[in-house]
């Protein structure tokens, strides 16, 4: 019988109602004994590392996760977290980048409504990650609402909706209907193992923890009236900046209103830029308006192409904590990591 880690960290899922409403209360154990039948699937075992809101969760905090997974390494076959919705998505990100060329499973899972309520969610998304852990898949994988999601894909698009997540820019690893997995393509075949080729998991190379970071990041929402001036504070006091674009990456350049000049005046601080876009689908491409080619020719920019804001931000920490030189940080940003950007988009 293969045996999972069940490792918790609070989050709704964890919660019962406390006098200033929900909070995380249960540990690891006491969540299983909700669902005793998961013990007929696996040998599996819990561990508490922490109980929080994951409102409250810290690239500090996903360090320690990331941590457990590689001190039990050898002891289990896959791993399950359960975890908050609220920043779920940035973790099973930045635990794709620590967790360097894992090769067993790692499935992040949660809940809308917490595990002693009616009504609950709980019980199925951890019996659904569960079984996926049992597949063997290597990766990061989110599982909420029958569906097993990229970690580098999952983004929470519904605050109270059951189905709150969704796999933005690549399709849908896997469904779960019944205790039945069904893999994108139908089944584990051709289809999904021809797309699993471009995740980088090299089965030559060691599994290695990496969890140096730097969080000296700001995440820029471009408006329109944006106070241009909010690029000089950032200058100052930041060393990576990921930007929210309009559109397909559309930046203002008036003469009067020039933001692309002030982008440039960031990186040539030695600021390291990433541009994103504001729209959750399809991506950024800054060759198509002139008001996005400007900065595209600026070759010191990184285009993430069609990755999400919580994969950038992960990964841009994590690369300005790994290397020493923009040129290595551009290299990292802009190649695919299990699936994390398109290739044609690249």
């Not at 919660?15 to 005793?36: K, M, Q, V």
């Not at 894992?102 to 951890?126: C, L, R």
């Not at 983004?155 to 933005?168: V, Y």
């Not at 998991?201 to 001036?229: A, H, M, N, Q």
């Amino acid at each position: 019988m293969k045996k999972i880690l069940f490792i918790t960290t609070g989050g709704t899922i964890a919660s019962s109602e406390g006098d200033n409403g929900l909070e995380p209360s249960f540990d690891a154990e006491e969540l299983l004994a909700h669902i005793p039948e998961i013990r007929d699937l696996c040998d599996i075992n819990g561990k508490l590392v922490m109980n929080i809101d994951s409102t409250n969760m810290r690239p500090t905090s996903v360090k320690k996760i990331a941590e457990t997974v590689f001190e039990n390494y050898d002891d289990y076959d896959g791993f399950v977290v359960t975890h908050g919705t609220d920043t779920m998505g940035y973790t099973s990100s930045l635990l794709t980048y620590m967790l360097s060329n894992i090769k067993k499973p790692v499935v992040v899972t949660g809940s809308q409504v917490a595990i002693g309520q009616p009504y609950t969610d709980a019980k199925k998304n951890i019996s659904d990650a569960v079984r996926f852990a049992l597949e063997g898949v290597p990766g990061i994988f989110v599982a909420f609402d029958g569906k097993i999601i990229n970690g580098t894909r999952a983004i929470k698009m519904r605050s109270k909706s059951m189905n709150a997540f969704e796999s933005i820019n690549r399709p849908y690893v896997a469904s779960i209907k019944l205790g039945k997995i069904t893999y994108n393509g139908d089944s584990r075949g051709n289809e999904y193992e021809n797309e699993y080729e471009i995740m980088n998991i090299d089965p030559s190379e060691p599994f290695r923890l990496r969890t140096d970071l730097c969080t000296d990041v700001f995440v820029l929402k471009l408006y329109p009236g944006i106070d241009p001036d909010i690029f000089d504070f950032i200058k100052e006091n930041y060393k990576g900046l990921v930007i929210e674009t309009f559109g397909l990456g559309g930046i203002p350049n008036l003469e009067d209103y020039n933001i692309v000049s002030k982008v440039k005046e960031v990186i040539e601080a030695g600021v390291v830029v990433a541009v994103t876009t504001q729209c959750v689908e399809e991506g950024v491409n800054l060759g198509v308006y002139e008001v996005g080619r400007d900065l595209a020719e600026h070759n010191k920019a990184i285009i993430t192409g069609d990755m999400n804001t919580e994969a950038i931000v992960g990964k841009l920490m994590w690369a300005l904590g790994n290397f020493n030189n923009l040129s290595d940080v551009k290299c990292f940003m802009e190649t695919p990591i299990f699936g994390d950007m398109s290739v044609e988009e690249k």
